[in-house]
């Protein structure tokens, strides 16, 4: 499941491939089962960089949803429709662009944010298509990146940063506080945020505030586009 | 100087073909503008429908194919050309499901087309046969469904023009398809691969032997144009990378080039062969026919220029596949398909499988493939109440 090169994986370490069998509930990833509690039953939902479909298996079998995946891995398509998931591969770059506005009720992009080469426009994409979005990505401000970087002077690298920059597909890593004001910009609402510290553990804090920065490992959101649909 | 060397055609008696025929009494209006009618429907089946009449799936051939999926051929004595997805067990499992494969309108082995005899002349139609389409073929698709009692397919699959077949039926009768799987397909042809039909045509009407037409009328038959033609198609088939794996720059059967323009290379006596065989089972004019079939295919045309249109409500499952090496229907052609279902909303897999084999890797072993499709079709089977199986 590693990835073969520079923006070939939507997944930001090897940490955060799904490894777990689709639809196998309370093993799915500590992130993942934050962002399934998220998600209504029944809804249309469409995960973007869906691995081997762990959680679009979930979704469907624990909630119903009618889910539908891209991924860019062969091995995760095929992981999926042989799951009976429907899937395609492809990116958050390329292919989200032929959706119709309000096509799901929930666009999942889970890890893969840092991954894509037009950060900025597949967010908005994500509000666009999604009467919601849930974005979570890997937190750069975190206090123990910010010492290493301090202490070593080299790229961090860490459970949740495995690469060495030198091959790593996550060529637009942000912080939190980058992520917020990247939404302002562009006039994207955040409706919740979730942080999660090392163990994955959620705590509520200001996503604007400077501590969610320093303490976050991994940040969740819950977006909605301006007009608010 | 050593050219293509043919051998003896086999008597024709197509009549102990193995297989079905249904003649349809009603004419059928073509696209062309033409009622045409009556005519003949030749088709294969594997498998046995169940009593819901729940679990057939239409297998779509492509431009040489026919209907013998996973039989041997009656001309040639080969194996199906699907033998490596259809059978027991096989992903098409034939006890699971009831597969139905028609020859195409305007094909050359049981189904009207241009060598047949023309009721009014009594002479083999040649180039008074009308020119079909893609969705000439499946209106005469659902005929024979409908003359089987089958309102609704499981799957409707085909590789090639097989996968057009398979959109047109998916836009034509989308509450008739549950499931619908094109591979190495596109929704028009392309500039790149009408110029290659065009070069097999010319082919062919260039042989003094095709008589604008009138070969068979007259006891001829324009094999070197066919073979050439078959020769050109057959390279577009394969990939740059499969043809230097498979020959290189290998010679034939001697230990330095000859000087002259005899087979030095395996790769020419390849194709020599290919071309030469291919006389046996194929009529000239299906050929012209068919191949302007697929050339006039352009689905979004259809639907007023938008491909997305022409899925618009649809309820089918879809399950889009390509392949890295095919340089015919390379996968932005796939990708195009999958963008026009998302636009419509439609539910859709799409995988792209990594092969060298070209074109051809539909008809070959790739266990990628065979490992998707099964998937896919599991997940199917369990929608459509037909069970779920290992």
């Known amino acids: 499941m590693a990835p073969s090169g520079e923006g070939a994986a939507l997944s930001f370490g090897a940490a955060a491939q799904a490894t777990v069998a689709p639809g196998a509930a309370g093993e799915l990833r500590q992130d993942l089962r934050l962002i399934a509690e998220m998600i209504e039953p029944g809804s249309r939902v469409l995960d973007i960089g869906c691995g081997d479909g762990a959680l679009l298996g979930y979704l469907a079998r624990q909630k119903r949803v009618d889910g539908r995946g891209i991924e860019l891995s062969q091995s995760g398509v095929n992981a999926c429709v042989g799951h009976g998931l429907s899937v395609i591969q492809g990116d958050a770059d390329r292919d989200l662009q032929a959706y119709p506005d309000g096509a799901f009720d929930v666009v999942v992009l889970s890890q893969t944010l840092q991954a894509t080469h037009r950060p900025r426009r597949v967010v908005e994409e994500l509000v666009r298509i999604g009467r919601r979005a849930i974005v979570s990505f890997p937190n750069f401000g975190f206090w123990r990146i910010r010492l290493r970087l301090l202490t070593t002077g080299r790229m961090p690298v860490s459970h949740c940063l495995v690469y060495p920059w030198y091959e790593t597909p996550n060529i637009h890593l942000c912080t939190i506080r980058d992520f917020v004001a990247l939404c302002d910009e562009i006039g994207v609402r955040v409706d919740r945020s979730v942080t999660l510290d090392r163990h994955g553990q959620p705590y509520s804090l200001d996503p604007r505030g400077s501590l969610a920065n320093l303490l976050a490992e991994q940040g969740i959101f819950v977006l909605c586009g301006s007009a608010g649909l | ?390």
């Open chain 2, 1 to 390: 100087m050593s050219t293509l060397i043919f051998p003896r055609p086999r008597a024709r008696s197509d009549q102990d073909w193995p297989g079905y025929r249904l003649l349809v009494r009603a004419p059928l209006r073509l696209d062309c503008g033409v009622d045409f009618g009556p005519f003949t429907i030749a088709y294969q089946t594997y498998g046995t429908l169940n009593p819901d009449r729940s679990n057939a799936i239409l297998v779509c051939h492509a431009l040489t194919g026919d209907q013998y999926a996973a039989d041997p051929h009656p001309l040639t004595e080969k194996p199906g050309w699907w033998e490596t997805m259809v059978g027991p067990g096989k992903v098409l499992d034939t006890e699971r499901y009831f597969l139905i494969c028609p020859n195409v309108l305007g094909g050359c082995m049981g189904t009207t087309g241009p060598q047949e005899i023309d009721p009014a002349s009594g002479q083999p139609w040649a180039l008074s046969f009308p020119v079909i389409t893609i969705r000439d073929m499946v209106r005469a698709q659902k005929l024979l469904l409908d003359h089987l009692g089958i309102g609704s397919l499981f799957c409707v699959i085909g590789g090639s023009m097989g996968a057009m077949q398979v959109l047109e039926w998916a836009a034509s009768y989308p509450d008739s398809v549950f499931a619908a799987v094109p591979i190495a397909g596109a929704a028009r042809h392309s500039a790149q691969n009408i110029a290659f039909h065009e070069v097999g045509r010319q082919a062919i009407m260039a042989d003094p032997d095709w008589c604008g037409g009138r070969y068979l009328s007259l006891d001829r038959k324009p094999v070197r144009g066919l073979a050439v033609a078959r020769m050109a198609a057959h390279i577009t088939y394969l990939s740059e990378a499969a043809l230097h794996r498979k020959f290189g720059r290998n010679l034939q059967d001697r230990l330095a080039v000859t000087y002259g323009f005899d087979a030095d290379f395996q790769v020419e006596s390849y194709l020599r062969h290919q071309g030469s065989t291919f006389v046996d089972r194929f009529d000239a004019n299906s050929y012209l026919y068919i191949t302007r079939a697929m050339d006039y295919f352009d689905l979004a045309a259809e639907h007023g220029g938008s491909l997305a249109r022409a899925f618009e409500g649809t309820r089918s499952r879809f399950c889009i596949i390509s392949f890295t090496s095919d340089w015919l229907f390379p996968t932005p052609e796939s990708r195009e398909i999958v963008h026009a279902l998302n636009a419509a909303a439609a539910n859709v897999s799409f995988v792209e499988i990594a092969t060298d084999n070209g074109h051809d890797a539909f008809l070959l072993h790739e266990p990628e493939l065979f490992e998707t499709l099964h998937g896919f079709l599991n997940g199917c089977a369990e929608h459509r109440g037909l069970g779920r199986r290992k």
